[in-house]
C-alpha cells in the first residue's frame, strides 16, 4: 500500500465510507438534526459493519505480518535430507554452494589476505583453488571440472545409519555410511566414478557398482553412495517421507544454529550411547552413560572478520547433588583480563571455581560408581577442613601466559584466584607459613620484596632432584634443575607468577590500560560470547611476535618465505562456554585483521 494517502480516520482510503458499500442512507435534507446519541445505546448497524469490516482487514494484515516473520525468515532445509533414513545417528553436511550470506562473507574474510582484494572472480579463485588440490590428492588422474565441480551444486551430507547386522562369529556390527551429493543434474555414476556395473533398479533408481562395496545412485538431481543396504536405504527415506528433514531433534538442533552455515555435524546422544554400549558389550564390557544430551550440533559459519564454530547441546536434566552446597556461579564478564599486560600471549578463565568443585565432588559422591573413592578424598581433605574451607573461597581461577624473563625462555605464567579479599589475604598467610615450614633443613628460600605497595614472596625450591628424594619420590627433576616462582596479593586477587620479573609486570599494569582494551581481544571475545562461564582467548599477533624474538630464525626460515603473508593477518583466537535452561553452548572464534 506503498504511495496510498491515509486520512485521519486511519483506514487507508479505499475503506472510508465513500468506498464502503453498506453504508446507510443519507438523511434527507429538511430532516432534523438527531439527538445525540447516548454512548451506552447500541451502535448503528452501519458503523457496526464498517468497523468490523476495518478490524477483520487488520487483523488478517497482522496475521499475515506474522506468518512472513516466522516462516519467510526460517531457513529451510535442504532437500537432501529426505534421503537420510531419519533415524541415523548422525549427520554431516557441508556446503559447498556457500548459501545466503555466506558467499559474501567469505569474500570479505578473504579479502584480508594476498590475492583476495578483488571479489568480483571469488568463485573463479575458489575453483583454481580446488583445481590443484584435486590434482594434488589425485596426482592428476581426476578432472576437476568434469568428475568434482557437478557435485558441487547444493548441499553434500554424510549419514551415519543404524548398523548393518554383524557376522554371527565375530565382532560387533559396523555403522552404515551414506553420502547424499546435490548435483547440477549432469553427473552421472560413470561420469563421476569412471566406469559403473549397473546391479538393480530399485524404486526407479538404477544402483550401479563403482569398485569395492560402494553402490552409486542417481535419483534426480542427488548422486547417492554407500553400501547396497544404505543407499537402499536412503531411497526408501525419500520415497516414504521418513528421511531426517522428518526428524524433531535434527530440525530443533538445526535451528539452534545462528544463520547460515558452511557445514555441520549432528549426532544424535541418545542414539550414540546406544551404539557405544552395544559395541563395549559386545566386547564384554559393561558400560553406563549419564548425562548425555539428547543431542549436540557444531557448526560453522563465516562472518566478515572471523570464522565461528560452534557447539550447542539439548538441556541435561540431572539431579541436585546431596549437602549443602554454594549456588552455582551466573555467567559473568572477565575482572581478571583489566589486570593483565596488553602483551599477553594467553589467557584462560572459569568462573565459579569454588562452587564448581563442590557441585562436581558431591555429584560423583552421589554416584555409586565413585562414591567410595570420594569418600577417601573427603577424609584427607579434613585434615585441611574440608573442601569448602580449600576451595570455597575461589570466585574465578585464571591461567595467563605472558613474555617474561631469559630465566624461562623468555616467557612467563602467572596463577590469578579471585575471591573474598580476607580470605585471600588468610590464604596467602597460611600458604607462606607452610613455606616457610618447609624450608627447614632443606635447599628451600624465601625472599619478600616490596613492589607498589604489594609485597611479593620470591621462593626458590632450589634443585628439584633433591627436594624430589627428600620427599620421598625419586626420578623427578635432577640435574640442577630448579623452580623459582613468586606469590602476592592484592585487592582480593592471589597472584602464582612464574618467571623473572611476572608479579612486577602485573602489579605495574595502570587501571584501564589492560588486555580487555586491545582491540584483537576485544573483537575475539565479544564474537566467542560475554557474559560466560568460561573463556579462552590467544594471541596469534603476539605470539608470532615472540616466536620471530625469541625462535633461532633456521626454524622460522621456511614459515617466513610461504606462510608468513598469511599468518600477519591473523588476529586473535578465542572460546567461550555457557550452559543455561536451554542447553549449553560453546563457540570458538579465529579473527583476522
Known amino acids: 500500500?506503498?504511495?496510498?494517502?491515509?486520512?485521519?480516520?486511519?483506514?487507508?482510503?479505499?475503506?472510508?465510507?465513500?468506498?464502503?458499500?453498506?453504508?446507510?442512507?443519507?438523511?434527507?435534507?429538511?430532516?432534523?438534526?438527531?439527538?445525540?446519541?447516548?454512548?451506552?445505546?447500541?451502535?448503528?448497524?452501519?458503523?457496526?459493519?464498517?468497523?468490523?469490516?476495518?478490524?477483520?482487514?487488520a487483523l488478517a494484515a497482522v496475521a499475515v505480518a506474522?506468518?512472513?516473520?516466522?516462516?519467510?525468515?526460517?531457513?529451510?532445509?535442504?532437500?537432501?535430507?529426505?534421503y537420510l533414513p531419519g533415524k541415523s545417528i548422525a549427520v554431516a553436511e557441508l556446503r559447498p554452494d556457500l548459501p545466503g550470506d555466506q558467499r559474501t562473507h567469505l569474500g570479505n574474510l578473504l579479502a584480508h589476505f594476498p590475492g583476495f582484494a578483488d571479489q568480483s572472480n571469488l568463485s573463479e579463485k575458489i575453483d583454481e583453488l580446488l583445481t590443484r588440490i584435486t590434482n594434488a590428492a589425485?596426482?592428476?588422474?581426476?578432472?576437476?571440472?568434469?568428475?568434482?565441480?557437478?557435485?558441487?551444486?547444493?548441499?553434500?551430507?554424510?549419514?551415519?545409519?543404524?548398523?548393518a547386522p554383524a557376522p554371527s562369529t565375530q565382532g560387533a556390527a559396523v555403522p552404515r555410511g551414506l553420502v547424499v551429493m546435490t548435483t547440477d543434474g549432469t553427473a552421472s555414476c560413470d561420469v563421476v566414478f569412471g566406469s559403473a556395473t549397473e546391479l538393480e533398479t530399485y524404486r526407479a533408481a538404477s544402483l550401479r557398482s563403482v569398485g569395492s562395496d560402494l553402490v552409486c545412485a542417481v535419483d534426480g538431481k542427488f548422486l547417492l553412495l554407500g553400501d547396497a543396504a544404505g543407499v537402499r536405504a536412503g531411497l526408501d527415506a525419500r520415497r516414504d517421507g521418513s528421511g531426517m528433514d522428518t526428524n524433531a531433534r535434527y530440525r530443533t538442533a538445526h535451528g539452534a544454529l545462528e544463520g547460515d552455515q558452511l557445514g555441520s555435524v549432528y549426532v544424535d546422544g541418545t542414539r550414540a550411547a546406544d551404539l557405544l554400549k552395544t559395541a563395549m558389550a559386545a566386547s564384554g564390557t559393561t558400560l553406563t552413560l549419564s548425562g548425555l544430551p539428547e543431542w549436540a550440533v557444531v557448526g560453522l559459519r563465516v562472518v566478515d572478520d572471523a570464522v565461528?564454530?560452534?557447539?550447542?547441546?539439548?538441556?541435561?536434566?540431572?539431579?541436585?547433588?546431596?549437602?549443602?552446597?554454594p549456588t552455582a556461579a551466573p555467567a559473568a564478564v572477565s575482572r581478571l583480563a583489566?589486570?593483565?599486560?596488553?602483551?599477553?600471549?594467553g589467557y584462560l578463565e572459569i568462573h565459579g571455581v569454588g562452587a564448581l568443585v563442590q557441585h562436581t565432588l558431591a555429584a560423583l559422591r552421589d554416584n555409586p560408581a565413585t562414591s567410595a573413592a570420594v569418600g577417601q578424598v573427603e577424609q584427607q581433605l579434613a585434615i585441611v577442613g574440608g573442601l569448602g574451607n580449600l576451595v570455597g573461597w575461589i570466585d574465578e581461577l585464571g591461567v595467563a601466559v605472558v613474555p617474561g624473563g631469559a630465566d624461562t625462555?623468555?616467557?612467563?605464567?602467572?596463577?590469578?584466584?579471585?575471591?573474598?579479599?580476607?580470605?585471600?589475604?588468610?590464604?596467602?598467610?597460611?600458604?607462606?607459613?607452610?613455606?616457610?615450614?618447609?624450608?627447614?633443613?632443606?635447599?628451600?628460600?624465601?625472599?619478600?620484596?616490596?613492589?607498589?605497595?604489594?609485597?611479593?614472596?620470591?621462593?626458590?625450591?632450589?634443585?628439584?632432584?633433591?627436594?624430589?628424594?627428600?620427599?620421598?619420590?625419586?626420578?623427578?627433576?635432577?640435574?640442577?634443575?630448579?623452580?623459582?616462582?613468586s606469590l602476592a596479593a592484592?585487592?582480593?586477587l592471589l597472584m602464582v607468577t612464574l618467571?623473572?620479573?611476572?608479579?612486577?609486570?602485573?602489579?605495574?599494569?595502570?587501571?584501564?590500560?589492560?588486555?580487555d582494551t586491545t582491540p584483537a581481544y576485544q573483537g575475539a571475545i565479544r564474537l566467542a560470547g560475554t557474559p560466560n562461564d568460561a573463556q579462552l582467548y590467544v594471541a596469534l599477533d603476539g605470539i608470532l611476535g615472540w616466536a620471530e624474538a625469541h625462535l633461532p630464525s633456521q626454524v622460522l626460515a621456511g614459515a617466513e618465505q610461504s606462510l608468513r603473508p598469511y599468518l600477519d593477518h591473523l588476529a586473535g583466537l578465542a572460546a567461550s562456554g555457557r550452559s543455561t535452561p536451554a542447553g549449553a553452548h560453546e563457540r570458538l572464534v579465529l579473527t583476522v585483521k
Open 1 to 57: 500500500m506503498s504511495g496510498q494517502s491515509v486520512p485521519e480516520s486511519g483506514l487507508p482510503r479505499d475503506l472510508t465510507r465513500e468506498s464502503i458499500p453498506f453504508s446507510p442512507a443519507e438523511p434527507e435534507e429538511d430532516a432534523p438534526n438527531p439527538a445525540p446519541s447516548d454512548p451506552l445505546s447500541p451502535m448503528p448497524e452501519g458503523r457496526r459493519r464498517r468497523w468490523l469490516i476495518g478490524g477483520g482487514i
Open 66 to 82: 506474522i506468518w512472513a516473520a516466522v516462516f519467510l525468515t526460517a531457513r529451510p532445509l535442504p532437500e537432501g535430507l529426505r
Open 138 to 163: 589425485s596426482h592428476g588422474t581426476v578432472d576437476y571440472a568434469t568428475r568434482v565441480k557437478p557435485l558441487l551444486a547444493g548441499p553434500i551430507f554424510l549419514a551415519i545409519g543404524d548398523p
Open 308 to 325: 565461528t564454530l560452534d557447539l550447542r547441546t539439548a538441556p541435561v536434566h540431572v539431579p541436585a547433588p546431596s549437602g549443602d552446597l
Open 338 to 345: 583489566p589486570l593483565l599486560p596488553t602483551d599477553t600471549l
Open 409 to 485: 625462555g623468555g616467557v612467563g605464567g602467572a596463577v590469578l584466584i579471585r575471591g573474598d579479599a580476607t580470605k585471600v589475604a588468610a590464604q596467602l598467610a597460611q600458604l607462606h607459613n607452610l613455606l616457610v615450614l618447609a624450608s627447614t633443613g632443606t635447599d628451600i628460600t624465601l625472599h619478600d620484596s616490596p613492589h607498589a605497595g604489594t609485597t611479593i614472596t620470591t621462593v626458590d625450591l632450589g634443585d628439584l632432584g633433591a627436594l624430589a628424594s627428600a620427599l620421598g619420590v625419586p626420578g623427578l627433576g635432577g640435574g640442577g634443575v630448579r623452580l623459582v616462582f
Open 490 to 492: 592484592r585487592d582480593g
Open 499 to 515: 618467571g623473572d620479573g611476572v608479579a612486577q609486570k602485573l602489579l605495574d599494569v595502570p587501571a584501564g590500560s589492560g588486555l
